[in-house]
């Protein structure tokens, strides 16, 4: 259990406006969508999506999914094409997710794209998660509200089951439509492919763009994906407690490194931080990386896991 009070908020103008400020704040709001209830965070704030995993105990952190209440929000984080615009013609509002070049100026934390060059961005049709959206005037990261490996919640007695005191509030908007999770296309540069079918049905998209591409990228860019490596493109050597010369020192809890994944020893804060500080190991002069012990427990697992694949 957690220490926060959750509290319960109505469908109505105050529980949005509420819900709305406590997002703003940097909380998290679990929200009816139509498909299941979503655990909501800020989606441009490192810290927000750190607090999303700690509620979640997520023991994986791939993409997240962006909410967006229309597509001038969604085209201020990604590149449209003219076939990009036509899904959204056709199925926005609705359980459709996008994945599309990221805009390198978006306002969005490295973690919720976990460090790809793409974006998963879906416009929902529910009433209340659409009037939140458009209240908070935020892009919102949500994947389903309960704690990691529980069941999806499709009410808000079965959120409170799973994460009473772990989350700020609960907007109740009744049962949500027991519906597959989102249908996720990405639009390629050559062609689409169907990541994680879903309501859609990928006969209405062959209708609308031709056949689908062959599936090759292994590459992890929406959620229920296979992982594949993030590399920084240079050697990296792990469990180091101190740096050699050439190497850039990715910190963690007493070791500061050159950037710190977090000063205090916090694993959902490291998770967070990590593909930022893959992205500046990158940049950085230095052709080699080092990286600080993490403790190989909860998310930690999952960090050693990325760890592992980059130095792989």
Known sequence: MGDKHTEKLGADQAGIGRAAALLEAGGLVALPTETVYGLAARADRAEAVAALYRA???????????????????????????????????FWPGPLTLVLPLLPEAAIAPAVTAGLPTIALRCPAHPIMRAVLKASGLPLAAPSANRSGAVSPTAPE???ASLEGRIDAVLDGGTSERGLESTIVAVREN?????????VPERDLV???GAPMEM?????????QLAQHYSPGKPVRLNA???AADEFMIGF???????NLSPTGDLPEAAARLYAAL?????SAHPKVAVAPIPDHHIGAAINDRLRRAAA
């Open 279 to 283: 992205h500046a190991a990158a940049a």
């Open 56 to 90: 979640k105990g997520r023991p994986d952190f791939n993409p997240l999914i962006v909410h967006v209440p229309d597509l001038a929000a969604a085209e201020r984080l990604a590149q449209f094409d003219e076939r990009a615009l036509a899904l959204v013609r056709r």
């Open 253 to 259: 809890g007493a070791i500061a490194g050159d950037c």
């Open 191 to 199: 062609g689409w492919q169907l990541l994680r079918a879903g309501p």
């Open 207 to 209: 209708a609308l763009l």
């Open 241 to 243: 407690s101190e740096a």
């Open 158 to 160: 079965h959120v409170r």
């Open 216 to 224: 090759q990228s292994a590459r992890i860019e929406a959620p229920g």
